[in-house]
């Protein structure tokens, strides 16, 4: 079994930072993507940003400058951190994960359950 365990959302006002976690456990061998996306109430989850193994960090139009994504590969865990919040970053933030559970299996996509950011004054 796998587990994306999220945290660090909450209430923030704008202008203010954010730092959120995911925590990949269970059985895992090896992880190559690892990703942030969002969803509004009544809109669409959409791409905050990605971080592949080797590869390069992409982002989102709305959050360059604002969000960096990192990643701990020793404790399987990725990081978003947000700066400079707006009330239009309010949502639900999935962490979002490729990973192979063994050496014989071929990379399965993993959702975390989301933690709630909002900001407002």
């Known amino acids: 079994q796998v587990q994306l365990v999220e945290s660090g959302g909450g209430l923030v006002q704008p202008g203010g930072s954010l730092r959120l976690s995911c925590a990949a456990s269970?059985?895992?061998?090896?992880?190559?993507?690892m990703g942030w996306y969002r969803q509004a109430p009544g809109q669409q989850r959409e791409l905050v940003a990605t971080?592949?193994?080797?590869?390069?960090?992409e982002y989102a139009d709305s959050v360059k400058g604002r969000f960096t994504i990192s990643r701990d590969n020793a404790a399987k865990t990725v990081y978003l951190q947000m700066n400079s919040l707006k009330p239009e970053d309010t949502a639900v933030y999935y962490c979002?994960?490729?990973?192979?559970?063994?050496?014989?299996?071929?990379?399965?996509?993993?959702w975390g359950q989301g933690t709630q950011v909002t900001v407002s004054s």
């Open positions: 971080f592949p193994t080797g590869g390069s960090t």
């Open positions: 269970g059985s895992i061998f090896t992880i190559s993507n």
């Open positions: 979002n994960v490729d990973l192979r559970r063994n050496p014989y299996s071929w990379f399965t996509n993993y």
